[in-house]
């Protein structure tokens, strides 16, 4: 077969007329950084996960780090989470100067194993970083049995979660804080973006602070109508408030948030229904206590039953017009982590396992159900021919 250019990539961003003229708006007014468009996101994200507090910030990352500052972490203390995740999870840890712990993850969905993470518990956790991975709740009730009565922090990396929900409860509310992405992949778009949300006033009033270089909060005036030049630096913060221009887009993306989950949803069924003739080719499985956000779909591919595994399949469908990602590389083993912090292969298998056997494959709300049902053939098409290929 020729080489086909990427017809159905992996990920896209929706973007209609409205986001347009939400942002245009901005551009015509005489407020483009952080001001009402900011405020009216806040508002509109705390309310879709009926969360008390959130604070917006310039990406998921830098909401990771503030939590994680504002909690007053550094050297000394351990942060855990799943090696499993984009590297900013733990990387906001190192920056604080925290000692980087990873736990292995449950092989059913991939998100954290409470077993795992309570062996790697010890007198000096301050606090776990929980990663929805997927768009799969982590089981947070046994995480929260575990941190509660040693005091530790639980933060819900909800990059790829928001929509999702546990026995019910949305994430963004299940533990003591949680950090959302609107980068340009994630279920809603900002190109970048990030909101920390909690149910603890004094944490959202911090990192609020700690977001626009720990500036006094009449210093915030200063950003409104009417504000003074007057300032105090109260600590020394950072700099990562979101502004008026991204915000806009947040609304209006954020309005139509749940009609896209709807097309997601649909979307998975299809590539579900899709995919369960084709050999070696398994979507990850569910907790019946999981609602999914439905942000990445990834499938296991078993080398025993597809020939080259995981990259033949890859390489497979990119020549077949499919594109495809891998969530993720384990961030232990990157050149960063093994040199700095002697991690090796080996000591987390079940999610160095995965991450040989992951692929993800397209799901956006843009695809048609025409696009979702080509996916599914071409990968069953794929598998085919590289069993024809491999003898099997
Ligand atoms: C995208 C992503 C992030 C980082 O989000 P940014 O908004 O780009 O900082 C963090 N964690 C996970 C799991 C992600 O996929």
Request: a negative charge; hydrophobic letters at 45%; charged letters at 20%.
């Amino acid at each position: 077969m020729s080489v086909a250019p990427t017809e159905i990539p992996y990920a896209r961003a929706w973007i209609d007329d409205d986001d347009i003229a939400a942002v245009v708006e901005v551009l015509r007014s005489d407020w483009l950084t952080t001001g009402p468009r900011v405020t009216a996101f806040e508002a509109a994200l705390a309310a879709a996960v009926e969360a008390p507090h959130a604070v917006a910030v310039n990406s998921c990352t830098a909401a990771m780090h503030l939590a994680l500052a504002a909690w007053d972490i550094g050297p000394g203390d351990e942060v855990v989470s799943s090696p499993l995740t984009f590297c900013s999870s733990m990387n906001v840890a190192v920056h604080l100067g925290a000692t980087p712990v990873f736990a292995d993850v449950d092989p059913l969905c991939l998100t954290l194993d409470p077993a795992a993470v309570a062996s790697a518990v010890g007198e000096r956790t301050r606090a776990i970083t929980a990663v929805h991975y997927g768009g799969h709740p982590v089981d947070m009730d046994s995480l929260r049995t575990l941190a509660a009565p040693r005091g530790i922090k639980l933060l819900e990396d909800a990059a790829h979660a928001l929509y999702a929900r546990y026995k019910g409860r949305p994430v963004g509310v299940l533990g003591d804080a949680a950090a959302f992405s609107f980068y340009v992949t994630k279920n809603i778009v900002t190109a970048e973006g990030g909101m920390l949300t909690t149910a603890d006033a004094a944490l959202a009033e911090r990192v609020r602070r700690l977001s626009l270089h720990g500036l006094s909060r009449d210093a915030w005036k200063r950003y409104q109508k009417g504000g003074s030049w007057a300032y105090d630096v109260v600590e020394v913060g950072y700099k990562c408030n979101m502004t008026d221009m991204v915000a806009a887009l947040g609304v209006t993306q954020l309005a139509k948030g749940a009609r896209l989950q709807t097309m997601r949803r649909e979307l998975v069924a299809l590539l579900d229904e899709g995919l369960r003739e084709v050999p070696g080719v398994t979507p990850l499985g569910r907790h019946p206590w999981a609602e999914h956000a439905e942000h990445l779909y990834v499938v296991r591919v078993d080398e025993r039953e597809v020939p080259g595994g995981r990259d033949a399949l890859s390489a497979a469908l990119a020549d077949r017009g499919v594109g495809t990602s891998v969530h993720f590389r384990p961030v232990h083993l990157t050149a960063a982590y093994r040199e700095r912090f002697g991690f090796r292969a080996g000591q987390f298998p079940v999610a160095e396992r995965a991450a040989a056997e992951v692929l993800s494959l397209p799901l956006y709300p843009r695809m048609t159900r025409e696009h979702a049902t080509e996916v599914a053939e071409r990968t069953a098409e794929a598998v085919a021919a590289l069993r024809a290929r491999g003898g099997a």
